[in-house]
């Protein structure tokens, strides 16, 4: 028997350099509201990735994440604002939520995964539209339209967060775990069924892949992440409201997987950040703002369909080429290959 | 509820349901021309509602100078909507992609709408107006009350759609355009210029949609936001069942009506009824009212 080896390879530590430089850096040189919209894009992060389980893996084009990203957020506001008489630790809360939401997603996803392709999509559309009137309305639940306020700070071992630059190693963590997770899945068997289903449904059926099962799956996946962000966002932002949970957010959140690179783990964390920061570092142009981020949305799904990561992928293919021009990386494998 | 207020409300909602009927045909045009789902629908109304208040506001014009006007710049929306939008992306390999690159259309339309026109909800004038009080002239018999915009909106619907209809049934250009849609390749072979064929799909889907925001421009305000109604749209094509021109219509139609009869109950929760009737038709009947199984290419 082999040994297992742990492989590193140069891209994995570049991107966990890259990582490590980011969390080191940023919180440096930032502070106060520059911050919070920072860890805000941390939190969209989170959601995105579940975008990408359902979407790069198992080519499953949902909106759903919204209303799950609800579902969390006003957990979270019920648990621990006191606005029922009885307060709920942050820990016990975000464990709730991670049970309630998965619970929950899975039960959606049983019903919506009878339907496929477009008409999936549809469904997702629907339920968030319904979530969302819901959200705006019923006041006992939802607060109605002035929303939840007062919502408790999250709360670890007795430590809390005292400042956005604080958060932000919080959500760094939190997302790090999240993105490795994602990494996790995607090598795994489950991800490995899904992105056959996402090739040729039929022909993964035939291979023995339970379709159904692992699409709800993935769902569930989905959902998950989509609550725990929303319940960080709650927590973070001490204030929840529907706005935050209508079908124009749910575009931003494709876009943000879709810019990324909707099948790369580093990708989607860049392409969350690149997108909600945006509007901060355009501020002199907030007048053209979303006209350049449309225009830019169209020409990236032009030009580069796999988004950044893509890119720099094609990048890194043909600097090495020009660089070890008589080794080329296809010739090794099929070798190495060859030799087992 | 008394029948008077049942028969202005069914009124009221098949009007409503003509304008998501004009979308839900765009749609499903696009949907059968080039196989994908445009998230753009709603701001292409939103812009016609736009670029006919301006042309009647602004620049004051009589409806017989508007019509050919307007179906000038709609056409020009049309093909620039085209060449930007799908072209580009004609033989991309990856199909999420076009469905995304119609987001991002949407985005555009409604800021440059914005940055022309301001982000100030425009008002706009009735097509028949009271002589005396200048205010929407109301149509009156047995103490039924209604606009007349109302049912002026479902008599233009109609005459569209018949157009439309004649178009394609009986025109030599409606086939060949039909031709093209469901086989590019042998239509190509066939001498067919389908780049033209494609330029017409999406004029008609432009002009459609305006002319939809032409009519209810004068009920609701010329607004940024009149996007979201391509949401009930997207609602009338599933629930008549994809591919279907016929379903679609009468799909919007029933979801206007449905929206229109949730006003008295709940109307707070007018998105969500509508919503839960389009998610209730997908459980029961996913393949929509009228259709038939269709292949899935978007």
Redo the contacts between chains.
């Keep these: 028997m082999k040994k297992r080896k742990i492989q590193l390879k140069t891209s994995t530590c570049l991107v966990f350099l890259a990582a490590a430089i980011f969390v080191a850096v940023v919180p440096a040189v930032n502070e106060g509201y520059s911050m919070m919209v920072l860890n805000l894009g941390l939190i969209y992060a989170i959601a995105t990735y579940g975008l990408s389980v359902m979407l790069g893996l198992g080519g499953q084009l949902s909106f759903a994440a919204v209303a799950f990203m609800g579902v969390g957020a006003y957990l979270t506001a019920n648990l621990c604002s006191g606005r029922h008489g009885f307060w709920v630790g942050t820990s016990l809360t975000l464990l709730i939520t991670l049970l309630v939401s998965a619970a929950l997603a899975y039960f959606v996803g049983l019903i919506l995964f009878r339907l496929s392709g477009t008409y999936f999509t549809f469904a997702t559309i629907g339920l968030v539209q319904v979530a969302w009137s819901f959200y705006l309305s019923y006041k006992p639940l939802f607060g109605g339209p002035d929303g939840i306020s007062n919502i408790a700070s999250l709360r670890i071992f007795g430590w809390t967060p005292a400042n956005y630059n604080e958060w932000f190693f919080v959500l760094a963590g939190i997302v790090l775990v999240v993105a490795l997770l994602v990494e996790r899945i995607r090598r795994s068997q489950l991800g490995r069924s899904l992105s056959a289903i996402r090739d040729n449904e039929i022909a993964a059926q035939t291979l023995g892949i339970h379709v159904y099962k692992t699409k709800v799956i993935a769902f569930t996946i989905a959902g998950v992440l989509a609550a725990l962000a929303g319940a960080l966002y709650a927590m973070h932002s001490q204030f929840v409201s529907s706005d935050m949970f209508t079908f124009e957010r749910a575009t931003s959140y494709i876009i943000m997987a879709m810019l990324g690179g909707v099948n790369n783990t580093a990708g989607i964390f860049v392409g969350s950040v690149l997108v909600t920061m945006l509007p901060e570092w355009l501020r002199g142009m907030q007048k053209y703002l979303q006209l350049i981020y449309g225009i830019g949305v169209i020409l990236l799904m032009i030009f580069m369909p796999m988004g950044l990561a893509g890119l720099t992928s094609n990048i890194g293919k043909s600097i090495k080429r020009k660089l070890f021009p008589k080794a080329p990386q296809a010739d090794k494998r099929a070798k190495e290959d060859a030799k087992a | 509820m008394n029948l008077n207020t049942m028969i202005s409300l069914t009124i009221n909602g098949f009007a409503m349901g003509m304008i998501y009927a004009l979308m839900a045909m765009g749609l499903i045009l696009l949907i059968r021309a080039i196989g994908v789902?445009n998230?753009a629908q709603g701001d292409l109304l939103m812009f016609g509602a736009f670029i006919t208040c301006a042309l009647t506001v602004d620049l004051k014009l009589p409806l017989w100078a508007l019509i050919p006007i307007a179906l000038v710049i709609f056409s020009v929306v049309g093909v620039v909507f085209m060449f930007?939008?799908y072209w580009?992306?004609r033989n991309?390999?990856?199909p999420?992609?076009?469905?995304?690159?119609t987001?991002?259309?949407?985005?555009?339309l409604?800021?440059?709408a914005?940055?022309i026109w301001g982000s100030l909800p425009r008002s706009m004038p009735p097509l028949m107006k009271n002589p005396t009080t200048g205010k929407a002239a109301i149509l009156k018999f047995n103490g039924v009350t209604l606009q007349w915009q109302f049912v002026l909106t479902i008599l233009v619907g109609i005459v569209l759609i018949t157009l439309v209809f004649i178009l394609f049934e009986k025109l030599y250009a409606g086939r060949m355009m039909q031709a093209a849609a469901q086989d590019k390749y042998a239509a190509e072979l066939l001498g067919i210029p389908t780049i033209l064929t494609t330029a017409a799909t999406y004029i008609i889907v432009v002009t459609l949609a305006s002319v939809g925001g032409y009519m209810i421009a004068p009920i609701f305000m010329v607004s940024n936001t009149l996007g979201?109604l391509q949401?009930r749209a997207?609602?009338g094509v599933?629930i008549g069942g994809?591919g279907n021109i016929k379903g679609a219509i009468l799909g919007s139609i029933l979801i206007g009506l449905v929206e229109s009869y949730s006003t008295v109950q709940f109307s707070?929760?007018?998105?969500?009824v509508?919503?839960?009737v389009?998610?209730a038709v997908?459980?029961i009947r996913?393949q929509g009212l009228f259709g038939e199984k269709v292949a899935?290419k978007?």
């Excluded at chain 2, 987001?103 to 555009?108: K, L, R, W, Y």
């Excluded at chain 2, 707070?268 to 969500?272: E, I, L, N």
Aim: glycine share 2%; aromatic share 12%; hydrophobic share 60%.
């Design positions: 789902m998230f930007t939008v580009p992306l991309a390999t990856y999420t992609a076009t469905v995304i690159s987001m991002g259309a949407a985005m555009v409604k800021e440059i914005t940055l979201s949401l997207f609602a599933v994809f707070q929760y007018k998105d969500a509508v919503f839960l389009l998610i997908l459980l996913p899935d978007a």
